[in-house]
């Protein structure tokens, strides 16, 4: 455990300024043994100044009881010099503002070298405590009281300012974790000094105090303020926790309310996106059935005209007979043209019957043509285009095994023409000079051709012979010749025989062989021929041997039969490339033929049109022929019975008459119909026929796409269309909460307005286009516009909100594992602090009992009970209740069972002295008694007094204690030192300096600072 700054030095000397009523004199103390304090006061032992020079003592040490973590820094201004209570001489004086209390931490044995001065100043006023240290001695040596004030103010303002320590922060780094002092004081200035373990006979200190208590003189008050500390953490991650959980729900209450908005107006964008699309749809479908109904009208208006034109023209030629009644030879011309009427009307018959069999001629051949194309079509699957590139990518294909194949086949015939050649001695180069010799009647033979190697000879001969692989041996006689026949081949290589030879085998070229092996030695690794005199190497190590022709004849077959392999690959190749090519093509075919049938569908229908168009002209012509004939007839019966047939003749005058007036009304009636149907409404809206039938998704006269997939025509009525379009609007009202009625709900006034005028207009289902558009464009623009707002924000909410809710998730999830963490840290924390205090309690059991029995007594326990926080706004309880036993086989009694009080003052001391040797490093701590003798006899003050002396001389502590005047000579068997405080008046405002006893050499009591004092300067 840490020692702090001072380390295991001990405290050797003590000066203070304007502490109380005490000098400014160095007050030096022999460390490791019972120091007693006493003096005397104007009249007894009392205001001789000890307990206030004891509290700067426990000061300066960082006695607990100070309590600098709360109110203490402000209590010690109660120290500092004050005229009011220091007597009668010293009203004269200003109280101090501020003081200071020095102390020299040393090893005895070594003082010059380990020496460490702590000043320490106090303030009347914030701050209250201030304090500086340094290595060395740095004490006031001047010679008077006011020179050393003076010079302690120079001193502190001359150590190191960045050594000053604070109120809460100087004890632990100066003397560690672990109290270096521990005083039982009956006042620390002003303040009464409250319930101690030196009092338990008072019944004030309960067995939870008398556990904490124990726990600071352990030094380990600090493990219960970390366990504090990190409970304090724990709350406030489980706060944070709780609160970040809080926040996530009232967030995602807040974003679940946004998405749910987002969705509506998303569903309020399908919707009114579908509404328009019906919409658009309506107008389509509007203008294709007004343009249908136009032709319809138009059909009945063309049929009407010509009722109306044969009424008329019935009437004209009614009258035209009576007036021709009236004059005979009109009746004959009227006759001639009837006849030439119904020649023209036969006419015209017959030539509407050759244009409706042509008609259906054609419609029967595009019948077949598309029934030839759906049969051709059959089981095709995919895309023309794709198919068009994969045909040509396989004619391509078959293009290049076909070239293959070519190739393979010329080299197959280039390999049998070699193989020819060399069988014949004609093969290569040499092959050639040899055939342009024979035709000059030359005898030639290749060099190569006839000279076959031994294998073992084939390394000493193939680099020499390497470069004479196109020579061609002759006789040496026939060399002028050669050379003449061979001038059209430059670099023919001809090598001259003797005449006597027969120009084959070996023989005849000896003498070039046995030249070329004198001429070129060999070299190895590798075989190497080498020609000095040229400066010529020819490298060996051929794989195959290259002279003779059976060698040669063998290679060139190898050859053959490989080609004649790879011909018989290409052959196969070819036919797969084929077979693929006319698979292609089978499929681009097939793929042309669904064009072509889809085409054909679409082009029947116009067909089918003209054909019922031709053949209502048949019938109309029919009809005219047989009005011709009619009026043939009438006009050769009216000549022959004028007069009946002019009665007749007004008899059909008036009836045209009635038929005309009737065609007339219906004619009008048509163009009122067609003129109710407003094309151009439909077509401002609806766009062109194409446009419409595209959109409703039905046959146009535009080539068809090739390869796509006929869709589903759109089936609807214009007016179910209109009405689905109304719905699909109103959806989208509600999906945004927009009451379709009112308007209650809308966003906008613009919007509710819009809504209201939709509501008052309504479903005109019998057909009032214009009313109908205002009541749904208006309101759907509106709606468009409102929700466009949001278009931006709505795209990016859900991945938005995502994210944030991803955050607070890893906020959550980061809280729970720091809470979580924290309670591992804690349970593992507490589990240590109940381990360590439980082991502290039992080292201050066992000193405890040591102590007791030392002293003659008859053991002593500590019962306790350590209780962890049962949460976390709750503290540890350590509850000890400290037995002891009072007779050599009486029971184990509590403290606070009432017996003999000199008993309970000496088992008092016995346990804080438990205390302060059960903790770490107890040799350097210092113990304050403050009325040691209380309530104690003679025979009892021997026992306390021997076991503080024990104490010390066996651990190393230091004991300052209180003695009154009748305590002195028991004391003195046992101290090593006594200190006396003198204050001989009330006329004086400091006491005497303290006067300072130990032991010489001898043993005998001396005064140690006789010459010191003399010479009014300080110990060292």
């Known amino acids: 455990m840490s020692l702090g700054i001072i380390g295991d030095r001990q405290l050797l000397c003590v000066q203070t300024f304007d502490i109380a009523r005490h000098p400014s004199t160095a007050v030096g103390l022999i460390p490791g043994c019972f120091v007693a304090v006493s003096g005397k006061g104007p009249r007894d032992a009392n205001e001789s100044g000890k307990t206030s020079w004891l509290a700067s003592v426990a000061l300066l040490l960082g006695d607990p009881e100070w309590r600098m973590h709360s109110s203490g820094p402000a209590t010690v201004a109660d120290l500092l010099f004050e005229p009011q209570t220091a007597g009668v001489a010293a009203q004269g004086y200003a109280p101090a503002t501020s003081g200071y209390v020095a102390g020299l931490f040393a090893a005895p044995d070594d003082v010059a070298d380990t020496a460490h001065t702590v000043w320490m100043k106090l303030s009347a006023t914030a701050t209250y405590v201030e304090v500086r240290h340094a290595p060395g001695v740095h004490l006031a040596t001047a010679q008077d009281d006011d020179e050393r004030h003076h010079q302690a103010a120079e ?32 006042s620390r200035g002003k303040r009464r000094g409250g319930p101690s373990l030196l009092k338990l006979d008072t019944g004030l200190f309960t067995p939870a105090a008398i556990g904490t208590a124990l726990i600071g003189l352990t030094g380990r008050t600090s493990l219960l303020d970390t366990d504090a500390s990190l409970r304090h953490d724990l709350s406030e991650a489980e706060h944070e926790l709780q609160t970040s959980r809080t926040e996530d729900a009232d967030s995602h209450a807040i974003e679940e309310r946004a998405l749910r908005a987002v969705t509506q107006r998303s569903s309020a964008r399908e919707e009114l996106a579908r509404a328009q699309d019906l919409w658009a749809l309506h107008y389509a479908r509007g203008l294709l059935d007004a343009l249908e109904r136009a032709e319809q009208l138009q059909a009945a208006l063309d049929d009407q005209a010509e009722t109306l034109a044969r009424a008329r023209d019935e009437r004209a030629s009614a009258e035209a007979v009576q007036h021709a009644l009236e004059d005979p030879t009109r009746l004959e011309h009227q006759r001639d043209e009837a006849e030439l009427a119904k020649q023209t009307a036969e006419r015209l018959l017959d030539q509407a019957h050759d244009d409706e069999l042509s008609a259906r001629h054609r419609l029967a051949s595009h019948n077949q043509a598309l029934q030839e194309a759906e049969d051709a079509a059959a089981g095709a699957r995919g895309d023309l285009d794709d198919a068009r590139h994969e045909a040509q990518r396989a004619h391509q294909r078959t293009v290049a095994c076909e070239v293959r194949l070519a190739e393979t086949g010329a080299r197959l015939q280039d390999a049998r023409n070699d193989l020819s050649r060399a069988e014949e001695g ?18 030639a033979t290749g060099l190569l051709d006839e000279l076959g190697l031994p294998r073992a000879e084939r390394s000493a001969w193939e680099p020499r012979l390497a470069l004479y692989g196109d020579a061609v041996c002759i006789r040496s006689s026939d060399v002028p010749a050669a050379r003449r026949a061979l001038a059209d081949q430059p670099g023919a290589v001809l090598i001259a025989v003797p005449d006597d030879t027969d120009g084959h085998g070996g023989g005849p070229v000896r003498g070039f062989l046995d030249a070329l092996a004198t001429r070129m030695r060999l070299e190895h690794s590798p075989d190497t021929a080498v020609d000095d005199a040229l400066g010529l190497c020819v490298l060996g190590g051929f794989t195959k041997p290259f002279t003779g022709r059976a060698a040669l004849v063998d290679r060139l077959r ?62 109309g012509r029919k009809q005219a022929r047989d009005a011709a004939e009619s009026a043939l007839q009438q006009a050769v019966v009216a000549h022959a019975t004028r007069a009946l047939q002019h009665a007749q003749a007004q008899s059909v005058i008036d009836r045209a008459r009635s038929v005309e007036r009737q065609a007339a009304e219906q004619y009008a009636a048509l163009e009122k119909q067609i003129a109710a149907l407003d094309i151009i409404y439909w077509q401002e809206h609806g766009g062109s026929r194409e446009a419409a039938l595209r959109a409703l998704r039905r046959p146009t006269t535009s080539p068809p796409v090739v390869g796509g997939q006929t869709p589903q025509p759109e089936r609807r009525t214009e007016s179910t269309l209109r009405q689905r379009a109304g719905r699909h609007l109103d959806h989208a009202f509600e999906a945004v909460g927009i009451d379709t009625e009112t308007g209650a709900g809308a966003p906008t006034t613009a919007l509710q307005d819009a809504v209201r005028r939709r509501s008052n207009l309504g479903d005109d289902s019998a057909g009032r286009p214009v009313a109908d558009a205002t009541a749904f464009e208006a309101p759907a623009r509106a709606l468009q516009d409102w929700l466009d707002r949001f278009a931006d924000s709505d795209a990016s909410a859900a991945q938005r909100i995502a994210a944030e809710r991803a955050g607070r998730a890893d906020r959550i999830s980061f809280g729970e594992q720091k809470v979580a963490d924290l309670r591992e840290s804690l349970r593992t924390m507490q589990g240590s602090i109940a381990l360590r205090l439980e082991q ?18 008859y053991g002593a326990e500590l019962h306790r009970a350590l209780t962890p926080p049962p949460s976390l706004q709750d503290v540890w309880r350590c509850e000890v209740t400290p037995y002891w036993r009072r007779s050599p086989h009486g029971p184990l009694l509590p403290y606070d069972n009432i017996t003999n009080s000199a008993q309970e003052k000496l088992f008092s001391i016995h346990l804080v002295l438990a205390a302060l040797l059960a903790s770490p490093h107890p040799r350097g701590r210092v113990l304050i008694l403050d009325e040691l003798g209380d309530s104690l006899g003679t025979h009892h003050r021997q026992e306390v007094l021997g076991a503080l002396a024990r104490s010390t001389r066996e651990h190393g502590i230091t004991v300052l204690g209180t003695c009154q005047e009748s305590l002195l000579d028991d004391a003195a068997e046992h101290c090593g030192e006594l200190l006396y405080f003198t204050y001989p008046s009330h006329t004086e405002a400091l006491n005497a300096p303290t006067r300072m006893f130990g032991y010489d050499a001898n043993g005998e009591r001396v005064e140690l600072t006789m010459d010191t004092l003399l010479a009014g300067r300080a110990w060292w």
Not at 426 to 443: P, Q, V
Not at 579 to 598: G, K, N
Not at 840 to 857: H, P, S, V, Y
């Open 155 to 186: 001193i502190y303002r001359g150590l190191p300012s960045a050594s000053s320590l604070g109120a809460t922060q100087y004890a632990t780094a100066l003397y560690g974790p672990v109290p270096r002092c521990l005083a039982f004081l009956t």
């Open 426 to 443: 004609r093969y290569g180069t040499a092959g050639r000079t040899i055939s342009t010799l024979r035709k000059a009647g030359i005898s």
């Open 840 to 857: 502290a309690l039992d080292d201050i059991e066992d000193a405890l009992a040591t102590l007791n029995r030392d002293a003659g007594l």
């Open 558 to 619: 190898t050859e053959v039969a490989g080609a004649e392999h790879d011909l018989a690959a290409a052959h196969r190749l070819c036919d797969q490339a084929r077979e693929a090519e006319a698979q292609s093509d089978e499929l681009v075919r097939r793929l042309e033929a669904i064009a072509l049938a889809a085409y054909l569908r679409s082009q029947r229908p116009a067909l089918e049109r003209e054909l019922a168009a031709l053949q209502r002209r048949t019938a």
